[in-house]
């Protein structure tokens, strides 16, 4: 159940758990002789998962980013399990200010402390580091490459950070606390721990095992892996124009994520079991271009998982088009006709597009003519002119995988 219905549907209840109460909200019904009552399990799944990952509350510092209804969860669970301190950040300070009033009355303690976030450089330093909780939607998309706070002196404080988003398996927030040398974990096992605990109220005579919950917890990561239509693992495929360094970041990119690579060009060659230029020559364009259909057939039948380089011209028939969306997510690597230039100008013997007198000439009218095409073909767009491979497949890691 989702916000608000989480709180809307409390007025019809008949009975509230007691950390339903407290948090303000449901996320389980469980219907009793008199009607319905209402559970909150994302509390519990967040306790729940830092228990099972080893990461104690009692005692510790801590720092909770945000101040939502995930805030609320977390923020109840860090004071009832014996946190000694709690700072709240929120954008909107006096968010944070009613959630430390509120869990502060409730437990009758001074546990929370608001601040507004942008105040996170009076946190005072202390030894071994905060526990610190990530409770927002930043990381996820549609802000994948940013984290709620961009400051690496912020990080260092951290000894260990958890997010409560899950997709990416790897936020920008993660990563920041890894960078700085601290632990960080996602917000995955409180998914899962928090429809466990729902599952076992509805069937009180079961209590979910470990085997079942590490198949449940590979069977949610299997279904957040990013999918193309129709449930297969997602393909991650480069288009662009000769010379745009389709191979190049490919085979960097294929080795970074440990997919398998395939090249187009290469598997009409080698079904053909001629060079490309000789097919050219031979059969014509034409004929070279209905062998890219095919084998854009024959890989959206059997492939999943790998990264697909493609020849430059595949993306102009429609039809390819279609079948390249469907086959995995579409990169489309932007390249100038100066760069083009530069890295392929002087020798253009094996590549039938280029002949005729003018190199430049022909690079730049090809380009002016295809670059729309390949826009309209893609999903995500990276502008390789002056990049390093390196710093190519980075961004695309962030972009198109997390
Ligand atoms: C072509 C590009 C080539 C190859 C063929 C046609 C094109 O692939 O498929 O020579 O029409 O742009 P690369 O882009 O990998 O060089």
Request: glycine fraction near 10%; charge should be negative; include cysteine.
């Amino acid at each position: 159940m989702s916000v608000p219905h989480k709180q809307h549907v409390m007025e019809f209840l008949e009975e509230m758990d007691e950390d339903a109460e407290a948090i303000g909200a449901v996320n389980t019904l469980v219907r009793t002789e008199r009607g319905y009552k209402g559970y909150n399990t994302d509390g519990a799944g967040f306790e729940r998962a830092l228990r099972e990952a080893g990461i104690g509350i009692s005692g510790r510092t801590c720092i909770l980013l945000g101040a939502g209804g995930a805030a609320k969860a977390a923020a109840y669970v860090l004071a009832r399990e014996g946190a000694e301190h709690v700072y709240i950040l929120n954008r909107k300070e006096e968010r944070a200010a009613e959630l430390a009033a509120y869990m502060n009355g409730l437990f009758n303690r001074s546990v929370m402390w608001p601040m507004a976030l942008e105040a996170y450089s009076s946190i005072p330093y202390i030894k071994g580091g905060y526990l610190a909780v990530q409770s927002t939607s930043v990381g996820m998309e549609p802000h994948r490459d940013r984290a709620i706070i961009e400051d690496e002196r912020f990080y260092e404080m951290i000894h260990t950070g958890v997010d409560v988003v899950y997709t990416p398996a790897r936020t920008r927030f993660m990563k920041m606390v890894e960078a700085a040398g601290g632990r960080a974990v996602n917000g995955l096992d409180m998914l899962l721990y928090q429809g466990i605990i729902a599952y076992e109220l509805w069937n009180p005579q079961v209590k979910v095992d470990g085997k079942t919950i590490r198949e449940a917890r590979a069977l949610i990561q299997e279904q957040l892996s990013e999918r193309a239509p129709g449930g297969r693992k997602q393909n991650l495929i480069f288009i662009g124009f000769m010379g745009a360094g389709k191979t190049s970041v490919g085979e960097a990119y294929a080795r970074a994520c440990n997919m398998p690579l395939i090249d187009t060009d290469q598997r009409i060659e080698e079904a053909a079991g001629m060079a490309i230029s000789r097919i050219f020559a031979e059969q014509g364009e034409e004929a070279f271009r209905k062998l890219e259909t095919s084998v854009l057939e024959e890989l959206l039948a059997n492939t999943e998982g790998a990264v697909i380089s493609v020849g430059g011209g595949l993306p102009l028939r429609e039809e390819n088009r279609i079948l390249l969306k469907k086959l995995g997510t579409v990169v489309y690597l932007d390249v100038s006709p100066d760069t083009v230039m530069a890295r392929i100008g002087s020798d253009v013997s094996d590549r039938p597009m280029l002949q005729g007198r003018d190199v430049r000439e022909r690079i730049t009218g090809l380009l002016a003519y295809r670059r729309p095409v390949y826009l309209e073909a893609s999903h995500v767009i990276v502008d390789v002119n002056g990049r390093s491979v390196d710093e190519i497949v980075e961004e695309i890691r962030r972009r198109a995988d997390g």
